[in-house]
């Protein structure tokens, strides 16, 4: 069974820089059809931050774009969030999801708060 463990999230000042990991059990990442995180700040609903194809392809949300990075490590089975320049409205748990065939798969999240 395909396990998504997210870790890396944590309170940060406005400015500053965090990396998010989510470290797949059960299957090879390579494997997957589609990887992405996601957020969800309270009270608002679920949002897609930015996605990554098996070939490579990236997309990102326009309010991240230029700021965060998404990267994976086959070797390590992870996929990673570097964001940088956080801002106060990118606080919220962001979750690791992947895709295989017809099965969504989701991490528990992790919470990143920026605030000083």
């Known amino acids: 069974q395909v396990q998504l463990v997210e870790s890396g999230g944590g309170l940060v000042q406005p400015g500053g820089s965090l990396r998010l990991s989510c470290a797949a059990s059960?299957?090879?990442?390579?494997?997957?059809?589609?990887m992405g995180w996601y957020r969800q700040a309270p009270g608002k609903e679920r949002e897609l931050v930015a996605r990554?194809?098996?070939?490579?392809?990236?997309n990102y949300a326009d309010s991240v774009k230029g700021r965060f990075t998404i990267s994976r490590d086959n070797a390590k089975n992870t996929v990673y969030l570097q964001m940088n320049s956080l801002k106060p409205e990118d606080t919220a748990v962001y979750f690791c999801?992947?895709?295989?065939?017809?099965?969504?798969?989701w991490g528990k999240g992790t919470l990143v708060t920026v605030s000083s």
């Open positions: 999801n992947m895709v295989r065939a017809t099965t969504t798969y």
């Open positions: 990554m194809s098996p070939g490579g392809s990236t």
């Open positions: 059960g299957g090879r990442i390579s494997s997957f059809s589609a």
